[in-house]
């Protein structure tokens, strides 16, 4: 048996700071996005249906496994992700298909052709 990566697409409303509900590993989750003016970066968070916070304020870097040194049981299995060939993500640029968000997990023990 091999694994098969789910690739799913994470829309970034257009708003500086953003609940959206999302699904991931058939897990609902709340999905924090967070505009910085002074800043100039992106965040994001993700939180439990009731909003208490599983990881927060972390930094949105193209093409860069975001929660690579982020060890908590909560967070569902696989990397989110910022996807672009900007050297940084600006405020408009998701809305823009500049860059885009996803989560990609693995599905063990999917057989595949």
């Known amino acids: 048996m091999e694994s098969k990566i789910n690739i799913i697409y994470i829309s970034v409303p257009d708003m500086n700071d953003s609940f959206s509900r999302v699904v991931l590993d058939g897990v609902q989750y709340l999905m924090r996005f967070t505009w910085n003016y002074y800043a100039q970066r992106w965040s994001f968070g993700i939180f439990t249906m009731?909003?208490?916070?599983?990881?927060?304020?972390?930094r949105i870097v193209p093409n860069f496994p975001l929660n690579l040194n982020i060890a908590n049981k909560l967070l569902p299995d696989g990397v989110f992700g910022a996807y672009s060939n900007l050297p940084y993500v600006g405020r408009n640029d998701?809305?823009?298909?500049?860059?885009?968000?996803?989560?990609?997990?693995?599905?063990?023990?999917?057989?595949?052709?």
């Open 50 to 58: 009731q909003k208490e916070p599983i990881v927060q304020g972390i």
């Open 94 to 113: 998701f809305v823009n298909e500049k860059a885009s968000f996803a989560f990609i997990s693995y599905d063990e023990g999917v057989e595949t052709a």
